[in-house]
């Protein structure tokens, strides 16, 4: 017969299969840990979307000082929400005044901070974005129509998020005096 196990090869034996049953479960868990924050991150990515529109007013009396409002769609298709998105509107060769901050608006109405350093505008939502929702930030600048056959200068503009790298926006003229 055997000689009974001594109580440091029962502690050894007891560690062994603590350590077999951790080696077991760790992966699964580690995975489906993983795996549901990169879904979530995927969801999020594939719900967020953006989009740029403007419109211009015509001044005939004082064409260099005509307006055109720009606005940037953002729209959350998914079921949940998205944080920290940002849009960004550098205007080459042109400034942003101060006063830029009192024209930009928010629709729906929701928090947020708005930052100016010379030609470059960055509007952030305090608030996420709600899921299955729609917000739309504009802001007026005044652009040169005096000559029509002329393009307007667009300022350049993306949107960034937790969810995505930063969308470009592409102008997209929605008409005059919208």
């Known amino acids: 017969m055997s000689e009974p196990l001594t109580k440091n090869e029962k502690l050894t034996i007891g560690l062994s299969v603590v350590a077999l049953i951790v080696s077991l479960v760790s992966p699964y868990a580690t995975y489906r840990w993983l795996q549901s924050a990169v879904r979530e991150q995927s969801l999020k990515e594939q719900g967020f979307m953006a989009a740029g529109w403007y419109g211009t007013t015509y001044d005939a009396e004082h064409p260099k000082l005509s307006e055109a409002d720009y606005s940037v769609d953002l729209n959350n298709t998914g ?54 929702q729609k917000t739309t930030v504009s802001f007026p600048l005044t652009v040169d129509l005096s000559d029509l056959k002329v393009p307007i200068n667009h300022p350049n503009a993306w949107v960034s998020s937790e969810a995505s790298a930063s969308i470009p926006i592409v102008w997209q003229f929605r008409g005059a005096g919208f």
């Open 79 to 132: 079921e949940l929400p998205i944080e920290k998105v940002i849009v960004s509107i550098r205007y080459y060769g042109q400034n942003f005044d101060a006063a830029v901050k009192e024209k930009v608006r928010v629709n729906p109405p929701m928090p947020i901070r708005i930052d100016v350093s010379s030609d470059t505008l960055m509007v952030s939502l305090e608030n996420a974005l709600p899921p299955s």
